[in-house]
């Protein structure tokens, strides 16, 4: 699997650095959206496959399938995605947003912010993309960021989450949950607090897991967003931690700089100012490389490039 790729910038100070052609996916690629952000990619074939955000111009917030050759120009579908095989008790579509995408076993699963009376984590499968059959919510609203591991933890399904309210939520920790059958969910354990403004400001609000955890010799390396309150509004960054690979709720490193903060124009200029947010990640193990792929601006999606060794270092030596 080549994944998308550009080497680090000689002037390039940060562990992490931009893709010099950003932004990847422009926000009216389809006929209809109004913007294309927070989404979520997997390899797929010859070739790789996501769920994207999609924003319409009635601004509802919409799934659609999504597939590439090379990571970075991108097909999305222009028809939304239609989930089967639910209970018509779950199964009335009231939004979806910021996806995360998986392999386990032997398909790939999907979790987003679903609307049922509020906000919570939705689930659903598939196999090629086309298909999607949806399972019942992970949790009671009001929840965000559920985010699979991508194997089974002592033989039961683990996600993230990150508990919240029903708005624009103000606060939020991190939190660690398991399933025997991506049904019910329960053994609920704290992984992480905001930061204290004096230890890491960018991080002090709320914080919430991004892609996919990474599984490494030093334990599983979660690239997680944090946000600061600040005069002008939020500002959403990414930072990284390690976790404990048989028990990831406990925390055995965390960044205190950010890996990456708005600063680009399209990251601070859009829908949503100031947002850079991490929702996938590409790896490739044989060369350590890693791709992320990040929301600005609550309006296009953008690409970073680093090395899972470096970041791993990175994390444990500016840990706080």
């Known amino acids: 699997m080549i994944i998308p790729w550009e080497d680090r910038p000689v002037s390039e100070k940060g562990v992490i650095w931009r893709y010099s052609a950003n932004p990847i996916i422009p926000r009216d690629l389809l006929s209809t959206s109004n913007s294309i952000f927070n989404s979520a990619v997997v390899p797929f074939g010859d070739g790789f496959a996501g769920v994207f955000r999609c924003d319409d111009t009635n601004r509802r917030m919409r799934?659609?399938?999504?597939?590439?050759?090379?990571?970075?120009?991108?097909?999305?579908?222009?028809?939304?995605?239609?989930?089967?095989?639910a209970d018509p008790e779950v199964s009335a579509w009231v939004y979806g947003y910021d996806p995360r995408v998986v392999w386990i076993d032997d398909r790939y699963y999907v979790t987003w912010?679903?609307?049922y009376h509020g906000p919570t984590i939705g689930c659903a499968w598939t196999t090629d993309f086309k298909v999607f059959?949806?399972?019942?919510?992970?949790?009671l609203p009001f929840n965000r960021n559920g985010v699979l591991f991508p194997r089974k933890i002592n033989g039961r399904f683990a996600?993230?989450?990150?508990?919240?309210?029903?708005?624009?939520?103000?606060?939020?920790?991190?939190?660690?949950?398991?399933?025997?059958?991506?049904?019910?969910w329960g053994r609920h354990r704290h992984v992480m607090s905001p930061a204290k403004f004096e230890q890491s400001a960018w991080q002090c609000t709320k914080?919430?897991?991004?892609?996919?955890?990474i599984e490494t010799n030093e334990g599983w390396l979660l690239i997680f967003h944090g946000v600061l309150a600040s005069c002008n509004g939020f500002v959403y960054s990414f930072g990284s931690a390690l976790l404990d690979l048989n028990e990831p709720w406990k925390t055995l490193a965390r960044s205190g700089p950010y890996l990456l903060s708005p600063q680009r124009d399209y990251e601070c200029v859009g829908d949503v100012p100031n947002v850079t947010f991490p929702c996938a990640t590409l790896h490739?193990?044989?060369t350590g490389r890693l791709a992320i792929y990040y929301g600005c601006a609550d309006t296009v999606t953008s690409l970073a490039f680093g090395y899972v060794n470096e970041i791993v270092e990175f994390t444990k030596k500016t840990t706080i």
């Open 159 to 184: 996600m993230l989450s990150r508990p919240s309210d029903n708005g624009h939520t103000p606060f939020g920790d991190i939190f660690y949950s398991e399933s025997p059958d991506m049904e019910l």
């Open 113 to 115: 912010c679903n609307g």
């Open 284 to 286: 490739d193990p044989d």
């Open 207 to 213: 914080i919430g897991a991004g892609p996919a955890p």
């Open 63 to 85: 799934l659609h399938a999504g597939f590439s050759r090379d990571g970075i120009r991108w097909r999305i579908e222009e028809d939304d995605i239609r989930l089967t095989g």
């Open 133 to 139: 059959h949806q399972l019942e919510n992970a949790f």
